[in-house]
């Protein structure tokens, strides 16, 4: 083999060294060169073919990339110089800056969604609670926020609002990239970001948003703000705003901002008081007027300025502007429509009643909205209240230490079902139930009426399998003391072998008497007698169609014609009130209509329903009437003729009842006593009630009743 080198130059040796012997051999066992089985060298990569390809097209360009290379430090330039870009370099700067930042907000956009869940504090609204004439009685709720649609809000009022945030809305695309700008600014500086959004802005940080003042959340609120502003009307978006911006005291919601500060509909604002309202929404800590003088002055300085920014964008005429020359004070900041004492018992039995009676849940109610107009009369109430407290406080006086112990529960029902007042207790926030609605203690002879309605509507059997035979109000019965209670079959044996017998009053006997007139004079003996001949089972079912709950009721025993069920006092009130329909019986409620941001709710209002025929009704009635007039002998006959009651009492001086209609008006009172510090067990009242008839209960009742 014969190898050609190439010259070498003079001062050099040119040394070649060969191969060692048997360097060429190829090794045992591996394929020969050219063999069938020869290895293949390994497949580049994605990477590495990409990385060639790639490098490999921009070739013919090579030279003119070279040249379009920014070189820096510049060459031929000294000192400072070298650092000062070209102009080329500056533009191509600028032009890469515009285009990245442009292919950046393209892409962000894009991948930008609209929330789909509001923030729970955006949504939640409090419910407002009105009496029977439509005056505001109570409100509930975290937050006080009321929505209201914008055809409902006055084109001069939403115009302050747009005069004072953001007079270009209706046509803005959403977002303001001065105001952008300027807020980044304020951000960076920790100042405040208020003013540096449209109200498109500031409506998605209202309810999509955090509150904070970070520069993500504020380009966030940016991307949101362009696509809402291409998703939703204008007019939503500021129906959204309007509903959501806070406005200081405690109020969310132009709504109830109206109605905090000057105690009206926002529908009935003037254009000067919106002008005061919008003003707060630069911020309501700073700019309501009731805080300081500062922020009075402050806010009078704004609410020119409004009023002239709408002369400014020709939404106020100069003529019209003229006319607001005083400042509209707001109200004072009151608890208007917090709830009292005893409104927490109306608004307890309003709200258990209203989400019965549409099937919302209590989840749905919590979020509020809701509008409650309520039976409950302001005057009734008033005049109730006032007659039991002026009860408990002669109470305390005459009986101090029992007086600790003594509960006063008491309701007034209609014969249409309404309720119109309630009695619950002393302090809802500190007792926490309602004593007009406790089912504690018996009903005792107020129960009377019930075994008597029975009686005339099915009559009594004697024998057993013998039919029916009627009774009427001269139908008589052994009125004596100490009667034993018979079946058909003998004498009543109760469980411990004793024969169980029926007592009056005073253990007072009457003789023979008419069950009018021992309804009338309050006998107790023939109504235990006389739910045994009637049946104690069609006994329990009038009393449970006219209005006492089944829960009510224990051992169906011979006691139970004496009162043994602890009906409350609004059920009582209710059964009462079944007589004075004429045997008709309408289900107590306390709630007549709902609405819910001023659209209509369906509500399930009780029907009237057939229970006791007009006759035994009307007869129950006139024996009522004469037990009345029998204990209030000097009362006019005139002012006696229309009331039908009478008391009732237990036969363990466990409680007091009086419960009686007048002008289709039912009321029950019941005085009892528990010390519920160490059971829910009665106790004896121990003469505090005062006398059957006379007492404690009776004087309640005719203070609310207007009874002389």
């Known amino acids: 083999m014969q190898l050609k080198l190439p010259p070498a130059p003079a001062d050099e040796t040119v040394r070649l060294r060969l191969p060692e012997p048997g360097s060429f051999d190829i090794p045992q066992g591996q394929p020969k060169p050219g063999g069938r089985g020869r290895r293949k060298a390994p497949r580049p990569s994605v990477l590495a073919r990409f990385t060639a390809v790639a490098g490999a097209r921009p070739a013919p360009f090579a030279p003119f990339v070279s040249r379009m290379r920014p070189q820096y430090p510049r060459p031929g330039r000294v000192d400072w110089r070298r650092w000062v870009p070209s102009w080329r370099q500056s533009l191509g700067a600028v032009g890469l800056a515009v285009g990245s930042s442009g292919m950046f907000l393209t892409v962000a956009y894009a991948t930008t969604d609209i929330p789909v869940d509001l923030n729970t504090f955006a949504t939640q609204q409090d419910n407002v609670y009105f009496w029977s004439d439509g005056t505001p009685m109570a409100r509930t709720g975290w937050v006080r926020r009321q929505a209201m649609p914008l055809k409902d809000v006055p084109e001069d009022v939403r115009w302050a609002v747009l005069a004072a945030e953001n007079a270009s809305f209706y046509s803005d695309p959403g977002v303001s990239v001065s105001g952008i700008t300027r807020a980044l600014v304020r951000t960076v500086g920790e100042g405040d970001t208020q003013g540096g959004s449209t109200i498109t802005q500031q409506y998605v940080k209202n309810v999509y948003l955090s509150q904070d003042r970070s520069v993500g959340r504020k380009f966030d609120e940016a991307m949101i703000a362009l696509k809402l502003d291409n998703k939703m009307s204008k007019d939503q978006i500021l129906e959204g705003y309007l509903n959501t911006s806070w406005f200081g005291r405690g109020t969310y919601g132009i709504q109830r901002a109206s109605q905090a500060y000057y105690g009206k509909d926002v529908s009935e604002l003037s254009v000067s008081e919106a002008a005061v309202l919008a003003s707060l929404l630069k ?5 309501d007027p009731s805080f300081s003088k500062a922020s009075h002055a402050r806010t009078v ?3 020119e300025w409004i009023l002239d920014r709408m002369v400014d964008i020709g939404k106020l005429s100069g003529a019209e502007r003229a006319k607001y020359t005083k400042f509209p004070e707001p109200l004072d900041q009151s608890n208007q429509y917090d709830t009292g004492k005893q409104s927490d018992y109306l608004v307890e039995l309003a709200a258990q009643y209203a989400k019965k009676g549409t099937n919302i849940t209590a989840q749905e109610f919590d979020r509020g909205g809701y509008q ?11 005049e109730l209240t006032d007659a039991v407290t002026k009860a408990r406080e002669d109470v305390r006086k005459d009986s101090p230490k029992k007086a600790k112990t003594a509960h006063f529960g008491a309701s007034s029902v209609d014969a249409e ?11 809802h926030r500190r007792q926490g139930y309602n004593e007009s609605n406790a089912t504690t203690v018996p009903s005792g002879s ?15 059997v004697k024998k057993r399998g013998g039919t029916a035979a009627p009774v009427t109000p001269q139908t008589v019965y052994d009125g004596n003391d100490g009667v034993p209670v018979r079946t058909p079959e003998g004498p009543y044996w109760d469980r411990d072998g004793d024969r169980v017998s029926a007592h009056n009053d005073g253990k007072k006997s009457w003789g023979p ?4 007139d021992a309804l009338a004079g309050s006998v107790n003996t023939p109504f235990m007698q006389l739910g045994m001949d009637v049946g104690l089972d069609k006994v329990r079912r009038t009393a449970e169609a006219a209005g006492l709950l089944s829960s009510s009721f224990g051992a169906q025993v011979p006691a139970l014609s004496m009162g043994s069920a602890t009906p409350s ?3 009582m009130a209710s059964g009462y009130s079944t007589f004075a329909a004429l045997g008709e019986h309408t289900e107590p409620y306390s709630v007549r209509k709902m609405t819910h941001n001023g659209s209509k709710v369906g509500l399930n209002t009780p029907k009237p329903e057939r229970v006791v025929g007009a006759r035994a009704a009307a007869e129950v009635t006139s024996a009522l009437t004469d037990a009345f007039r029998a204990d209030r002998p000097t009362l006019p006959r005139a002012a006696s003729s229309e009331v039908a009651a009478k008391g009732g009492t237990t036969q363990d001086d466990k409680a007091a009842w009086y419960v009686g209609t007048a002008e289709d008006v039912s009321t029950a009172v019941v005085v009892y006593r528990i010390d519920l510090t160490r059971s829910l067990e009665p106790l004896r009242l121990d003469g505090i009630a005062g006398p059957p008839n006379s007492g404690v209960p009776y004087d309640i009742w005719s203070s609310a009743m207007s009874i002389g």
């Open 417 to 427: 079902g309404r309720i119109l007042a309630v009695y619950g207790g002393p302090d």
């Open 569 to 571: 006092a609004i059920r």
């Open 283 to 287: 911020g309501a800590g700073l700019y």
């Open 372 to 382: 409650i107009y309520t039976t409950f009369d302001k005057d009734r109430q008033t």
């Open 301 to 303: 300085e704004r609410w």
């Open 513 to 516: 008497i008419s069950l009018h």
């Open 446 to 460: 107020a129960f009377l009426p019930f075994v008597y309605a029975a009686g005339l509507e099915h009559g009594v």
